[in-house]
C-alpha cells in the first residue's frame, strides 16, 4: 500500500508562482512513473506531467516552458514547480505513483 500526501496549493496571483509537493510513503520500490494531474470545476482530470524511476520527464503542452517536474528519491517525493501561473491553471492538483492518488491541493490563480 502507498499513501501520498500533497502540499504546497494556495492562492496566487497570475504571473506568480507554487511549487507543490507530493510525499509518499508505504511500499514505493516497484513505482516506476510518478505523475502531476489536476481537475478544474467541470472539466475532466488531466495530466500535468510524468516522470520516471529513470528521470525521464513528459509534460502536457499547455505546461511545456511553465512547470518542472522532479523528484526526490531519497524523501520519496516528487514536487511540481509552476511558474507564470495563469487563471485558467486554476484546479485541484493530484499526484500519482503508478495506482495510486493523493487527496489533490488546490490551486486557485486570480487575474
Known amino acids: 500500500q502507498v499513501q501520498l500526501v500533497e502540499s504546497g496549493g494556495g492562492l496566487v496571483q497570475a504571473g506568480g508562482s507554487l511549487r507543490l509537493s507530493c510525499a509518499a510513503s508505504?511500499?514505493?520500490?516497484?513505482?516506476?512513473?510518478m505523475a502531476w494531474y489536476r481537475q478544474a470545476p467541470g472539466k475532466q482530470r488531466e495530466l500535468v506531467a510524468g516522470i520516471t524511476s529513470g528521470g525521464s520527464t513528459d509534460y502536457a503542452d499547455s505546461m511545456k516552458g511553465r512547470f518542472t517536474i522532479s523528484r526526490d528519491n531519497a524523501k520519496n517525493t516528487v514536487y511540481l514547480q509552476m511558474n507564470s501561473l495563469k487563471p485558467e491553471d486554476t484546479a485541484v492538483y493530484y499526484c500519482?505513483?503508478?495506482?495510486?492518488w493523493g487527496q489533490g491541493t488546490q490551486v486557485t490563480v486570480s487575474s
Open positions: 500519482r505513483f503508478d495506482t495510486y
Open positions: 508505504g511500499s514505493i520500490s516497484s513505482i516506476n512513473r
